[in-house]
């Protein structure tokens, strides 16, 4: 073979690819020093993360479990449960500590404690008053808690079969009074049946499964409809209610429906909710109306890497699917589970990330909803499963970004971890918005100022349904202007052809907010139509709120004590005649200080 004539290179060209240097930045930058930073490190190929985690930050993925072994009798723990007397133990904060340290907990009696008229959310009440509002309905099988089987009965699955439909308060009330006539009739025919023989007969008969109805995410916001059971439930402990201002999900900005507003289902015997982790982490509320009991299983949070690997081993989609976890299984992986009966009248709290299912067994109407304590725990899990949604390509229902700065607009942060946090993802989303202006004008591209109303929800990608904040890629699709994220928008035409780009801020007011975010200050409020206000209802008293710890009045206070708490008592008293003229935000600030005064003063 003569290598003279083969084609082989004997130089080497070098390719020049366009370097992008990370901008240097930290919360303890002004962001006007943020702004500096981006602008020596341009990212003109357009690559800019979107991530609230840093660059060299591995990406989320599920925990290992924890490495202590369990013995038998830890696999079935006992629930942790507290009993109430009256409304100052369910008000008491240390009923609050309590619930915010273990994995979920049953509040029994509260509704007693609290004299609460769960009537007002019974089905006669609820269908007197709006027989024909609408109600979601999944068709389940009929079966003990214990199983789960496939359509054919024979074989046990995790995956829970189930067909949705949509029907009225009305009929889905004719149907549980039907399911219980025929479960009475039954019953009466089983007494009936005095011989063991007789009843094997019976069971042979029985071909395929039995299916059921179970009523589910009824939305209860309308206070038009429902003003009676939203006011009954502001009895409750401010940290559980809808609506507080030590509760992340009251700054969203706009309804979430069943999160930051009521929700209600209504079961026949062996109606199952299947297991879950609640949307982006955030803790539930849920009061059993009765008159029937419901059993409840939850599993710690860091056990939920294992309880996904089990899903991927038993072919469910973990935050997709419907799937009932085999106790078998769950034992044989040796993973904790709580089990226990919640009775009418009792309240279940579930907190951060646990893993949590239930089923009825007996007739019963439930509400819930969720709640975001204002902790480091709560924030840092919802963000980190905000991210690792984004890996999976499924959307977060709850705008962290879009939350964050809500937050740092309303509310003042007194732990340093918390605030640090926050401040994190302010200055990861300032980053990204001023790159991407930068990029833009770099192109010679036009950005027209678009704001936000009040209550506008926050923007998502119609491709990859990841949040958009700040700035906003819009095209006409099918006749409807639909937003894109900057990557999605590229790969649609790279040099953006076609796409009306719109800014939701001026960059001046997300300056001011972030350089105004300060740990345990009180905060300036900058005019920022466009950061929402919390969220609150139209109901005169719902306003975003803080109950104050209950304290004793010493019994012989010092002249200066007097003083201090009449000078305290007329502040507050001369704030509270002007409460009417403020600003959503304004009351908000207002409360907080009177709660910290009362804390300051006990």
Partial sequence: MDLDHLDIPTTVDKVVHDTYNIPEINIKMSAEEIVDACAKCPAKAGRISSSVFDEDDPPPSPPERPSTRLVKEQLLPPTPSVYLENKKDACSPQLQDFCLQHPLTVVRGIAAALKLDLGLFSTKQLVETQPEHPVHVVSQYKQTSEENF?????????????????????????????SFQEAFAQEQDRSNSRTEEEMMGRNKKKKGMTMLKHGYNIDLSAESKFRQQLQEIMKLPHWTKVVSAGNILSHAGHQLLGMNTVKMSMKVPCARTTARQEHNNFCVVNINIGPGDCEWFGVPEDYWGAMYELCDRNGVNYLDGRWWPSMNDLTAAEIPVYRFLQKPGDLVW?????????????????????VGPMTYKQYTLSLHRYEWNKLQQHKSKVAMI??????????????????????????RTLRQVILTLDYLKSRGLEVKFHGRNRNEPAHYCIQCEIEVFGVLFVREQEKKHVIYCLDCARRHNPDLKGFVILEEYHLKELKDVYNNFKLASQNPLPSMGGLARPYQSSMSHSTAQVTPLSRTTPTTPTTHSSLTHSMASSMASSMMSSLNQMTPQQQLVLQQALQQQAMLNP
């Fill in 150 to 178: 496939d359509a054919s009965g024979q074989n046990q699955v995790w995956h829970s079969y189930a067909e949705e439909s949509v029907t009225t308060l009305s009929s889905y009330a004719k149907y549980q009074v039907s």
């Fill in 350 to 370: 579930v907190n951060s990330g646990c893993i949590h299912w239930m089923q009825a067994s007996g007739w019963s109407n439930n509400i819930e909803w969720n």
């Fill in 402 to 427: 879009f939350l964050s700065w809500n937050l740092a607009k309303n509310v003042r942060i007194t732990e340093s971890k918390l605030f640090e946090a926050v401040k994190h993802t302010l200055m």
